[in-house]
Structures are given as C-alpha cells and as structure tokens.
C-alpha cells in the first residue's frame, strides 16, 4: 500500500501549484498570491542627534578613502622609482665639479707653453677649501684633489661585528679585516675609520649592505695625473691629507692655506725625456739606480729632476724606501772627475798655474800603500787643457797641491760645496768631507780629482753652472716670474771663465765626452767615474758613473746632469762602465730631444765662428816673454824637464797674499807656484787611480 505525499508536498505527476484545475480553485499553493500582498508602512523616528553622528561618520568614512588613495599613489610612485633608481638605471653620485674654472687670456707666441697642447690657457681654482693643485711651469697639472668619501662606523651601534666585518669585506677586499674586526669590538669608541677613501661604486654597495651604525664622510683623494714622472719631486700626502714628502711636505702649509695653483719651476716634458733615457741607459747597464738633472744656469730653476728607481704617488703607501730615496738631494757620492773642473777654475783663478803649464803624468803618485795613477793614461806630461781632456788624476792631484789645501778649502766652501744645497725639498743631504785639522796633503790631492769628499748631484750641478758662468746662483723648485732676476754671486774672473768655457767645449770635442756633442748646440762638460765607498774601503769596479754637461757653451743656458748608480759595462762599450762610455750618450740624447722644447735651435750657420770662439789647443803655446812653468822633481839639482825653460823663483818681496773670504780675492797678486815633489810619501792612504 502507497503511503501519503507530505503536507504541502504535491504529488508526482500533480500539476504545478499555481496552475488551476478545473473549478478554478488554487491547489497547493504555499501561502497568499503574490497580487495578493498589502503595501505596509512604518514610521520611524531620528532625533537630530542621532542624525549628526549619521551624517559625521559617512564625511570620516569618505576622508578615509580619499587618504587612502592618496598614501596609496604616493607609496606606489616611491616604488617605481626605487625600481628605476636600484634596478632598472641604477644611479652614481654627480661627478665632482670641474677644478677648471675660468678661462685667461693665451700665451704669447713664443713664451713657455704657448703651444696648442699646452694648458697654460688656464687659470686652475680648486675647490674652495681643498689642497691647492700643483702645477708645472706651463701650467701642466702635476697634483689635484678630488670629492671623495670616507667610510667610518659607532662600534656601539654595531650588532653583530664579526657579520658586519664579512660583509664589508666582500665590498672592500683590501680592507684590513682584523683590524676592524677590533675597533668595532671596542665598544669604548664612538668613531672608528674602517676605509678613509672609497669610490662611488664602494659608497652604494656599503650602503646596500644597511649595517646599522656604518656611515660615509666627505673628503677629498690627492691625485696625480702624471703618475711616477714627477714622483720624487712631488713627493704625497698621507692619509689625513696632508704632505708626507717633496713638494706636498715642504709647501704643506701653503697648499692648504692658498687655494691659488703652486706652479713649479719643473717643465714636465723635460721632466719626461729625462727619465725616459735614464730608464733606457739603466736597463741597457744593469744599473741600480739613476740620476738626472736639467738646470738653467741663469736662473737657477731646475727643470727636470729624476731618481731612478721612482715610484706611483698614487701608491704611495705601497712604494719602498729605495724608490722613496730621491738620489738627486739625498744621495750622497763623490764626484769623481767632474770635480776637475773645480780644481782647474780655482787654480786659473788665483794665477797659480796657466793654460801652457806642464803637470807630470807619466809616472804614478805613491801615497802610503796605496797609488795614484790614470785611467788609460798618456804616460807624459800633460798640458792643463788635456788634464781635463784626457781626465787625468795625476795631474788633477799636481794641481791641487799647487793651490793648497787652505785655498781648496777656501774655494769648496765659497761654491757651497760644504753645505747642504738649497733647495725647497726636504731631506737635502750634508757634504761629507775631512775636518780643516784633518784636511792633508792626502785630502788636498784626492778632493783634486774628485775623491775624499761626498755631495749630492745637485750640489755638483750648481757648482758646474758656476764654472760655466762665473755666477753662483741658488736652485730653485718654484717656477720664477719671467722678469725675476734672481741673486747671482761673482766667483771668478771673467778670464777665468772664458779659458774654463772653453775647455769644457774641449772635453767634448776632444776628449772622454764625444758621445754627448750634439751638432748646432757646442755641447761643453765633463766625464765623472768615482768608485764607491764600502765597509773595507773603495770597492773596485763598483761605479758611479757621471757626465755634467752645459749648452751652448757660447752662451751657457741649460745644465744636464746625467748619472747611473753601478753599471755594467756591455759588448757595446767594450765592458767598460766609465761615465765616457755609459753617461755621455745618454746626456747627448737628452740634449738633443729637450733643446728644441725649449725653444731652441741648433745653429749650423754660424758654427765655424762659434767653434772659432771655443776653440784651445790641447797643447797651448806659452806667449811671448811667459815663462814655462814646469814641476821638478824633489832632491834634484832643480833642472827643468829637457826642452823646457827652468822654473824662474818670484822674489819674496814681490808675493802678496790672497784673501781666502768674499770676493776681494780676485783684485790680490797671487805667490809663486809650488814646485811639486812627486816622490813624495805620505802617511795616510788613497784609493788608486779612479777611471774618468
């Protein structure tokens, strides 16, 4: 049996509820039609209240969307452009602003780096506030300063510094870490320095690390454009920015005082042919180390000064004492032959001996144990002019104990020779030499021909310029106003000067210094091969090779010093490592590559009357009535040297006595040369002979 539908539940197959079955009566049917509802109303009643609280929230509720809107294009506006700024175009800091800043007024033609190349167009002003630049003497920049940043960090707000430490490592590998590592465990400090100069890039990786307590300082990094050319006279400054040696360290003061450009005296394409030779001669020679100086002789500005091995200023840190170690001023060395030149101007100069004089050079000098000879001698008596010619020690020592020891001493301290030159450098050597007590005829004879005392090249190169000249000026660094006449000191004869001009040229011409005659400039100078000092006293073929040079020598302008420490001798120089063979090439390169920079030019048109005016034999006939003063031997009967007149005794009566200060010296008649007992034995030691 089939139960019942449900209530209100129709049946299967029972038609829909609102349809109608016959009758037209409803069936099944959930409540009332829907035409059949009623429209109800219902009052409600707000009180004026209520209707502002309403009316207060709905204006909050439309100021909150609005804030929301406008945080929310704000913060997406930041996004994008920290999307652009980190990942898409990431940014570096604005470049510095340019050191050059204002235009002046170009060079006239003719003048010192009035060429195209040149900057001396421009007027440098640094940075308010920064080191002054460095400039050479046509403006060339030598040191500037640039922005840079310092990284720095408060231990006490480091969180974890063994973390911090690996982190900063990875962005700075030359960071020392375990020094940091310590001042950030030092929680007693509030600054510690962890790198005092990084670049941009370093700046925003450390940034993007976000170490709490790290953060950047500004400062400035010395730069210097040239490198190593003008290292050792530029010298660098130390970490705090301030100058640790040369230029930087003795003009310290005025590069952080004047904001206007230091310019030097250094003309850096001078600078550039020097080292580049000395560079090229200490290689072919397996030299230690090198030497170059170019000076004009008028003025006393040095225009080029190189010691090799040099160094990167802008490594400072990482350079060794040896390339630290300017040879030029510090180094001390005996001059060797170069000093001859001294020797013969001091004794031309008091009329103790004359161009036609005779000094014996065919026989050794014994001194003690030891023997002085000549390097590749002539085995005769030579006349003055070959003395220097030829670089003979036997007659450089004949001279010198003409002169004496109280007149040498006398000369050596007017030329500067027994203090340190001056010169606005640190770490200018002092002269090494014999006290007066101690100053014998040993010390006269060696100090003759270069031994027995030690000075700087500098010091030799001055002291050239004079002999050149006949004026003592002072070397300077700093660049000198184009009218600036600098003191000059009176210290010879201009007969003097005009004979020693000449034998200069002769040492060129005719003797060891050929290789450095160039044609057009009458190159003038001298050869200079002095062994050096060890512990157990010279040691043999261990040189220093040297070749002072001065042109024109019509009218003395430039001095080139040009020296190599130790070399060795090749297949090209037949082995030999004297100044003659190693030196004086290099010298005449320099000459010819710097002379045309300079402005000047050879003079081929007038060359047979230059070397007309230069010109002395090797053998000068005595003038008519002159008497032929020749050295005897000691012992004998006083007969002279056959074929020579006999020396004629000037009466004491008729000797005056010559001022050994100041420059009255030269208006005084001068005694008698000493007759020279060349036998003589003496107590104390010399090296034997030194090459030329």
């Keep these: 049996m089939q139960s019942p539908p449900p209530p209100h539940e129709p049946s299967r197959g029972a038609p829909p509820p609102d349809s109608a079955p016959s009758g037209g009566l409803p069936s099944g049917r959930r409540g009332a039609a829907r035409a059949d509802g009623v429209v109800r109303m219902e009052d409600v009643r707000i009180t004026k209240p209520d209707l502002d609280r309403r009316l207060a929230t709905a204006k909050t509720r439309h100021r909150l969307k609005l804030a929301m809107f406008g945080f929310a294009s704000l913060f997406g506006a930041l996004g994008v452009q920290l999307t652009l700024a980190t990942v898409v175009r990431p940014r570096l800091p604005p470049p510095a602003p340019p050191i050059i800043t204002q235009i002046t007024p170009p060079a006239a033609p003719g003048t010192p780096g009035s060429g195209s190349d040149s900057l001396s167009n421009f007027a440098q002003t640094p940075i308010p506030g920064h080191r002054a630049t460095i400039v050479d003497r046509n403006g060339q920049p030598l040191a500037i300063s640039l922005p840079s940043v310092a990284l720095f960090a408060d231990p006490r707000q480091i969180i974890d510094p063994d973390e911090a430490v690996r982190k900063l490592k990875q962005v700075l590998p030359r960071m020392d870490a375990v020094a940091v590592r310590r001042r950030f465990e030092d929680t007693s400090l509030r600054f510690a320095y962890v790198e005092h100069q990084i670049t941009p890039r370093e700046e925003l990786a450390v940034n993007a690390l976000g170490i709490p307590g790290v953060d950047f300082e500004p400062t400035e990094v010395r730069r210097y454009p040239m490198g190593p050319t003008v290292s050792q006279?530029?010298?660098?400054?130390?970490?705090?920015?301030?100058?640790a040696a040369g230029v930087e360290?003795?003009?310290?003061?005025?590069?952080?005082?004047?904001?206007?450009?230091?310019?030097?005296?250094?003309?850096?394409?001078?600078?550039?042919?020097?080292?580049?030779?000395?560079?090229?001669?200490?290689?072919?020679?397996?030299?230690?180390?090198?030497?170059?100086?170019?000076?004009?002789?008028?003025?006393?500005?040095?225009?080029?000064?190189?010691?090799?091995?040099?160094?990167?200023?802008?490594?400072?840190?990482?350079?060794?004492?040896?390339?630290?170690?300017?040879?030029?001023?510090?180094g001390l060395y005996e001059p060797g032959s170069t000093f001859k030149l001294q020797t013969a101007s001091m004794a031309l100069d008091d009329g103790i001996v004359h161009i036609w004089d005779q000094f014996d050079a065919s026989r050794p000098i014994h001194v003690g144990r030891f023997t002085i000879t000549d390097f590749e001698g002539?085995?005769?008596w030579l006349y003055l002019p070959e003395v220097l010619a030829y670089s003979s020690n036997l007659g450089a020592a004949h001279i010198a104990l003409d002169v004496g020891a109280e007149r040498q001493r006398a000369w050596l301290e007017h030329m500067?020779?027994?203090?340190?030159?001056?010169?606005?450098?640190?770490?200018?050597?002092?002269?090494?030499?014999?006290?007066?007590?101690?100053?014998?005829?040993?010390?006269?004879?060696?100090?003759?021909?270069?031994?027995?005392?030690?000075?700087?090249?500098?010091?030799?190169?001055?002291?050239?310029?004079?002999?050149?000249?006949?004026?003592?000026v002072d070397p300077t660094i700093v660049a000198l106003p184009a009218d600036a006449q600098p003191p000059r000191?009176?210290?010879?004869?201009?007969?003097?000067?005009?004979?020693?001009?000449?034998?200069?040229?002769?040492?060129?011409?005719?003797?060891?210094?050929?290789?450095?005659?160039?044609?057009?400039?009458?190159?003038?100078?001298?050869?200079?091969?002095?062994?050096?000092?060890?512990?157990?006293?010279?040691?043999?073929?261990?040189?220093?090779?040297?070749?002072?040079?001065?042109?024109?020598?019509?009218?003395?302008?430039?001095?080139?010093?040009?020296?190599?420490?130790?070399?060795?001798?090749?297949?090209s120089t037949g082995g030999y490592s004297t100044a003659g063979a190693v030196s004086a090439p290099g010298a005449g390169r320099v000459i010819a590559r710097i002379a045309p920079m300079l402005g000047m030019l050879?003079?081929?048109?007038?060359?047979?009357?230059?070397?007309?005016?230069?010109?002395?034999?090797?053998?000068?006939?005595?003038?008519?009535?002159?008497?032929?003063?020749?050295?005897?031997?000691?012992?004998t009967s006083g007969e002279p040297r056959p074929g020579q007149a006999a020396v004629t005794p000037v009466p004491a009566s008729t000797r005056r006595v010559v001022p050994l200060h100041g420059d009255a010296r030269h208006e005084a008649a001068l005694p008698a040369p000493r007759l020279l007992p060349v036998s003589t034995k003496l107590a104390s030691g010399v090296p034997s002979g030194a090459p030329r």
């Design 233 to 243: 006279v530029l010298g660098s400054v130390d970490f705090k920015n301030h100058g």
């Design 416 to 472: 500067g020779m027994f203090a340190p030159t001056p010169i606005q450098l640190p770490g200018a050597a002092r002269p090494q030499f014999q006290s007066a007590a101690s100053w014998r005829e040993t010390t006269v004879m060696t100090v003759g021909f270069g031994h027995g005392i030690s000075i700087e090249p500098l010091q030799l190169v001055r002291g050239t310029a004079g002999v050149a000249t006949g004026y003592l």
């Design 602 to 635: 050879p003079d081929m048109q007038d060359a047979d009357q230059i070397n007309a005016a230069l010109a002395i034999p090797l053998q000068p006939a005595a003038p008519p009535g002159a008497p032929k003063l020749i050295a005897v031997d000691s012992g």
């Design 249 to 330: 360290k003795s003009f310290d003061k005025r590069l952080l005082t004047d904001p206007s450009p230091l310019r030097l005296s250094i003309d850096v394409r001078v600078q550039a042919v020097m080292r580049e030779e000395l560079s090229k001669s200490m290689t072919e020679f397996e030299a230690i180390g090198a030497c170059g100086i170019v000076m004009d002789v008028n003025t006393g500005e040095v225009l080029a000064m190189v010691s090799l091995p040099d160094y990167d200023p802008n490594n400072f840190a990482t350079s060794t004492d040896d390339q630290q170690f300017n040879r030029a001023i510090s």
């Design 489 to 571: 000191v009176p210290i010879m004869k201009v007969s003097t000067n005009e004979i020693m001009r000449k034998m200069m040229r002769l040492v060129v011409t005719s003797g060891y210094g050929k290789p450095a005659d160039v044609p057009g400039y009458y190159v003038g100078g001298k050869t200079g091969t002095a062994e050096k000092v060890g512990a157990h006293g010279y040691r043999k073929h261990t040189n220093v090779s040297a070749f002072v040079s001065v042109f024109p020598m019509n009218a003395p302008h430039y001095v080139v010093y040009f020296m190599l420490d130790e070399p060795h001798g090749n297949k």
């Design 378 to 380: 002539k085995h005769r």
